[in-house]
């Protein structure tokens, strides 16, 4: 089964199922009413990029977020899932569902199949009790956190995030240090590159952006 | 001291797992303007041996939607014709031409209950009522958007014609014209054809368009260019020599 980092599959064939990664580089910050959300855009099969534009920050609700890394296959169908079950839920709630209950719905999913799925995911929204970060790594253990980061590439940036993180950082600041993050990561890690993706959540809406270019 | 393999032991190891996981086969396909265009060699492959000289790998899926297949024959084979009925079926219940969106999705959903084991490497090409889409969906159901893919063993030949082209011709730029797209499409299938072993024989091609009274129409062209045609053709059929009556000896019944 194929993990995030690349690692111990080197030695032995890797990849010779043809499964596609998310070998990745993903984060999210939040700050006083929102959060950040940034990723790369490599997907990978073997040392093959599959797609070198991808899209991994996926949209659940219209106010909740996810970053997906690990198996392509398994977390585009997670997040499927349970994107269908939050619509529902959300109509019966009457109200945009809270960022906690998207995180426990993909923690449910993560947990139970845990050694049938590879997904490594990092939730983030806004809902009437303000902006939230969840981490939600291998096993399927959920944590809140300040800002996550997640994927290949993170293991090479877990020094240089916590170095410069300050809490109380405003949007455009969490926006910088969101994309230095990423670019750094994508310079050291092979199976993370391409472009930086970013989503800023708030309750005026969502903003996309797309940086080019590594050197930034 | 560990026990070590001698340099013969490895290499029959490594042949015997069968390293060769990209299948035997390009295909590609654009988004042009107004459209998408598929394509695909015709070359069907058992090991070294070539099975099929001129088999068809673009599948039908519906009137305004088509699936390139890559991987074991029969499961592209198998999976394209299941969602293609379902798709039938649909349409019925839904009064409405299929969306590629839900071919997709069907496709996806089939693959990932299999978990890889149907291996089936699919180029997704239609145009709804939304404009045209590109999906490529992997054996183990993870599938990308993107406006020019390629699968197959072939498929960094392939995909090299499509981001940069060659010293004459350029690669995929939006909003080509729809013969343009075919061009491409043609040299992207040939590189795969000429430089990978598993890929080889003609081009398949199929352009699917909606014109501006919002009509979709696909345009099957088989073999729209016999890249590989037999050289060496006996222009007159092959006589068998007569044989001569010599004698009869007694009741021809046999």
Excluded at chain 1, 42 to 55: E, L, M
Excluded at chain 1, 63 to 89: E, F, P
Excluded at chain 2, 40 to 55: L, P, Y
Aim: aromatic share 6%.
């Amino acid at each position: 089964m194929m993990l995030e980092g690349h690692d111990e599959s080197f030695n032995e064939n890797p990849k010779a199922n043809g499964e596609v990664s998310l070998g990745t580089t993903i984060m999210a910050i939040r700050f006083d009413h929102g959060v950040v959300m940034a990723a790369d855009s490599r997907t990978t099969t073997g040392s093959f990029i599959a797609n070198r534009v991808t899209d991994k920050i996926y949209k659940v609700t219209d106010n909740i977020y996810c970053c997906r890394s690990g198996s392509a296959a398994d977390t585009q169908a997670i997040s499927d899932i349970v994107k269908a079950n939050l619509t529902v839920h959300s109509l019966e709630l009457g109200q945009p569902p809270a960022v906690n209950t998207a995180a426990k719905v993909f923690r449910s999913m993560c947990y139970k199949y845990r050694d049938q799925l590879s997904a490594g995911i990092i939730v983030g929204g806004v809902d009437s009790t303000g902006p939230h970060v969840y981490s939600i790594p291998l096993g399927g253990s959920v944590v809140e956190q300040p800002f996550s980061i997640g994927g290949s590439g993170s293991t090479y940036i877990y020094g240089y995030c916590d170095a410069h993180y300050r809490p109380g950082m405003s949007k455009e600041e969490c926006i910088e240090f969101a994309k230095s993050c990423v670019a750094l990561a994508m310079s050291r890690d092979g199976s993370s590159g391409g472009l930086i993706r970013l989503a800023v959540i708030t309750p005026d809406g969502v903003e996309r952006q797309v940086v080019t270019g590594i050197e930034q | 001291m560990p026990k070590q393999d001698t340099p013969q032991q490895v290499l029959a190891g490594l042949t015997s797992k069968n390293q060769f996981t990209k299948t035997g086969t390009t295909i590609c396909g654009v988004i042009c303007k107004n459209g998408v265009v598929l394509g695909a060699d015709t070359r069907s492959t058992a090991g070294d041996i070539v099975m099929d000289k001129n088999c068809e790998k673009i599948h039908y899926i519906a009137p305004n939607i088509y699936c390139c297949g890559a991987g074991t024959a029969a499961d592209t084979e198998y999976t394209t014709e299941l969602i293609s009925s379902q798709c039938k079926l649909h349409r019925y219940r839904t009064d409405r031409d299929t969306r590629v969106a839900t071919a997709k999705t069907m496709l996806t959903r089939h693959l990932f209950q299999y978990q890889g084991h149907v291996s089936a490497a699919l180029v997704l090409g239609g145009v709804d009522v939304l404009g045209p889409h590109l999906h490529t969906i992997y054996p183990h159901g993870s599938t990308d958007t993107l406006p020019f893919v390629a699968m197959g063993s072939g498929s960094l030949a392939a995909i090299s014609m499509l981001e940069q082209g060659d010293a004459d011709h350029q690669g995929w730029r939006p909003n080509m014209e729809v013969e343009e797209a075919v061009d491409l499409v043609k040299r992207a299938i040939h590189a795969g054809i000429f430089n990978d072993m598993g890929s080889g024989s003609n081009v398949d091609i199929c352009v699917i368009t909606k014109d501006e009274a919002g009509k979709i129409a696909a345009d099957y062209r088989r073999n729209t260019d016999i890249a590989n045609p037999r050289k060496y053709r006996r222009d007159v059929p092959y006589k068998l020599p007569a044989t001569r009556l010599v004698e009869v000896n007694g009741d021809m019944d046999m």
